[in-house]
């Protein structure tokens, strides 16, 4: 089944950039709506931005608008998520999901991807 694996987390400053990556083990990725997730201390895990399947259609949760970016490149089967002007409130463990679904649409909800990663974390910290 497929396999992710997340890399790029890590410690920066408030007002910083980093570049999560997940590479995934699928040949053909485009079959699959993608997304990343995260998770807080103490917080329950929630949608950060997603890219259907056909399309390319994206979302993001409001907090995130403007800063980060989804971005996927099947031919090298790696999925991105670009963030820039990070704040404190960023600091979570990053996940990368999928699902298997041929879709013009996503949505940003845990329950609905089937496939993830272990997860990376990115501290924002001062």
């Known amino acids: 089944q497929l396999q992710l694996v997340e890399s790029g987390g890590g410690l920066v400053q408030p007002g910083g950039s980093l570049r999560l990556s997940c590479a995934a083990s699928e040949f053909t990725l485009d079959y699959y709506t993608i997304g990343w997730f995260r998770q807080a201390p103490g917080k329950e895990r929630e949608g950060v931005s997603c890219m259907s399947s056909i399309g390319g259609t994206t979302n993001y949760t409001d907090s995130v608008k403007g800063r980060f970016t989804i971005s996927r490149d099947s031919a090298k089967k790696m999925v991105y998520l670009q963030m820039n002007n990070l704040k404190p409130e960023d600091t979570a463990v990053y996940y990368c999901?999928?699902?298997?679904?041929?879709?013009?649409?996503?949505?940003?909800?845990?329950?609905?991807?089937?496939?993830w990663g272990k997860g990376t974390l990115v501290t924002v910290s001062s």
């Open positions: 999901a999928a699902d298997f679904r041929l879709s013009r649409v996503c949505v940003l909800e845990p329950d609905g991807m089937d496939y």
